[in-house]
Structure formats: structure tokens, C-alpha cells
Antibody
Framework: QVQLVQSGAEVKKPGASVKVSCKAS????????MHWVRQAPGQGLEWMGW????????NYAQKFQGRVTMTRDTSINTAYMELSRLRSDDTAVYFC????????????WGQGTMVTVSS | EIVLTQSPDTLSLSPGERVTVSCRAS???????LAWYQQKPAQAPRLLIF???SRATGIPDRFSGSGSGTDFTLTISRLEPEDFAVYFC?????????FGQGTKVEIK
């Protein structure tokens, strides 16, 4: 079964970092770019950036540059998103999402990881 | 940066009715870069339409997309009970990916 499975919910204090994992199964991670999108409670979708799992190259939304790092471990078919210097307004559900080859859309999404930032 | 504005914010409709959701871009965009998603509570978004008018795998034919330039439309020909959800449009351009603010389709 082709799917993306993310790590579980996290609770962090302001100023801390969080690292969310996204394991691809049923296909090879390096075949497609992986993006990260977040959604604050009751809000819309916000694109954070992508990683090319084949090369490790990344492209981050300007808003997150300097705070976000996207990596991958191809040996276990898993992508990661780490967000540092967390603030309360980083409280959101974080999704990984795959882009199919030669398309400009997200055809598969992880189930989401709730990250709560609270003192 | 291209901004996508959806209208209306909320639609209150009954099963069987026709749904039209608009997505307007702040400047002309390539149709191949425009997609639509459905999101239900506590779920991830699901791809409905890509390339402005192509249905994704497994999407019923009551869902259709159209438009070009700055104006795009998602249509549901006859609302089914499972279609009550939030719908988002999405665009890729200049190495950036953006979403509309969402349109909630609720039961009247």
C-alpha cells in the first residue's frame, strides 16, 4: 500500500525545536519531491518548502528560512522536517505531501502531526 | 507572489444541489499549475483536480474543474452527503506553492 506515515504528536516549549518524520511505504522516497505543509487550528494550508530526496536539495518558503531544515534518510525511506526556535504561533498540524513526477500538485499526504507549542 | 482568493467562504447547501467554488488568482497563471483539494475534519487534504481540469485517480465524475488565466472553478454536479467538507485551490509558480483560503461547504 502506497502511503506516507508521520510521527506522533509533539508538545514543545517556546524556543525549542521539533523534528517530524514522514516514512514512505509502497514506493521509493527518491522517486518524488517531498513537501511540507502546515495548518494552524481552524486555518488554511501554508506551504513550508520541499526536499529532493534524491539529491538532498531543498527549497524553503521565505517565511521559514533560517528556522526550518528538511532532510532525508534514504536507507529507511524517510523524510524529516525540523523547525527550530518554536513560537506559540507554530502550533499547527504539519503534513508531508508528495508531488508526482511532472505534476504541480500534491497527490499523497501524510496523516499529519500535531505540534503544540506552549509554556 | 501570486495570491489565490476563493469565493464564497462558506456555502450552505442541501444534498443533490450543484456546487460552484471560485478561485481567483492575483495575476494570470498556467492552468497546468492549478489544483483543487477536499479536506474533511481531522483528515489530510485529498487531491481532486490537477491541471485545472483533470480528475485525480478515484475521484467521482461529479467533480469537475475549469477555468484559465485568473479565474478557475470547481464544480460538484450533485452534492452527496460525503461531499460536505472544505475545498482549497492551490497554485505553483516561481518556485512557490500557494493555497486559497478555503471554502466550506456545509449542510443547510
Amino acid at each position: 500500500q502506497v502511503q506516507l506515515v508521520q510521527s506522533g504528536a509533539e508538545v514543545k516549549k517556546p524556543g525549542a525545536s521539533v523534528k517530524v518524520s514522514c516514512k514512505a511505504s509502497g514506493y521509493t522516497l527518491t522517486d518524488n519531491y517531498m513537501h511540507w505543509v502546515r495548518q494552524a487550528p481552524g486555518q488554511g494550508l501554508e506551504w513550508m518548502g520541499w526536499i529532493n530526496p534524491s539529491s538532498g536539495g531543498t527549497n524553503y518558503a521565505q517565511k521559514f528560512q533560517g528556522r526550518v531544515t528538511m532532510t532525508r534518510d534514504t536507507s529507511i525511506n524517510t523524510a524529516y522536517m525540523e523547525l527550530s526556535r518554536l513560537r506559540s504561533d507554530d502550533t499547527a498540524v504539519y503534513f508531508c505531501a508528495r508531488v508526482p513526477t511532472l505534476r504541480y500538485c500534491f497527490d499523497m499526504w501524510g496523516q499529519g502531526t500535531m505540534v503544540t507549542v506552549s509554556s | 507572489e501570486i495570491v489565490l482568493t476563493q469565493s464564497p467562504d462558506t456555502l450552505s447547501l442541501s444534498p443533490g444541489e450543484r456546487v460552484t467554488v471560485s478561485c481567483r488568482a492575483s495575476q494570470s497563471v498556467r492552468s497546468s499549475y492549478l489544483a483543487w483539494y477536499q479536506q474533511k475534519p481531522a483528515q489530510a487534504p485529498r487531491l481532486l483536480i490537477f491541471g485545472a481540469s483533470s480528475r485525480a485517480t478515484g475521484i467521482p465524475d461529479r467533480f469537475s474543474g475549469s477555468g484559465s488565466g485568473t479565474d478557475f472553478t470547481l464544480t460538484i454536479s450533485r452534492l452527496e452527503p460525503e461531499d460536505f467538507a472544505v475545498y482549497f485551490c492551490q497554485h505553483y509558480g516561481s518556485s512557490r506553492w500557494t493555497f486559497g483560503q478555503g471554502t466550506k461547504v456545509e449542510i443547510k
